[in-house]
């Protein structure tokens, strides 16, 4: 208890821990979604690339909306264009998430994958 009555008080310190806190969930808050489209395009690519041999447009946009779904990527299979280019597959789609902190702050994501391999 001798904490709780020393001369500097403890407002400060709980200030901060409370903002270092708010810093933190804001941070994770719209990181995440980043993170998400990062790893599904990553993984979407070697999706295409190991696809290009068997030419299977049909079995790619099933395995890039598995790949969706794992990341919980809000998209629908309808949503994945899948195109053969000569030897190239074109993958493209996009989403939206809101993000919400808190009820105060409201924004929305807009991602776009765009793949060409």
Not at 36 to 42: D, E
């Amino acid at each position: 208890m001798k904490y709780l009555h020393n001369e500097r008080g403890w407002i400060k310190p709980l200030l901060s821990i409370c903002i270092l806190v708010v810093a933190v969930y804001t941070g994770l808050k719209f990181g995440m979604p980043y993170y998400r489209y990062s790893a599904f395009k990553s993984e979407a690519t070697d999706i295409a690339l190991t696809a290009g041999a068997t030419g299977d447009l049909n079995r790619v946009r099933k395995d890039i909306y598995a790949s969706a779904q794992s990341y919980n990527i809000p998209i629908k299979q309808d949503d994945i264009t899948v195109e053969r280019d000569g030897n190239n597959i074109h993958v493209q789609t996009s989403w939206s998430v809101q993000v919400d902190i808190f009820g105060v702050y409201q924004r929305t994501l807009d991602f776009n994958v765009d793949i060409e391999a």
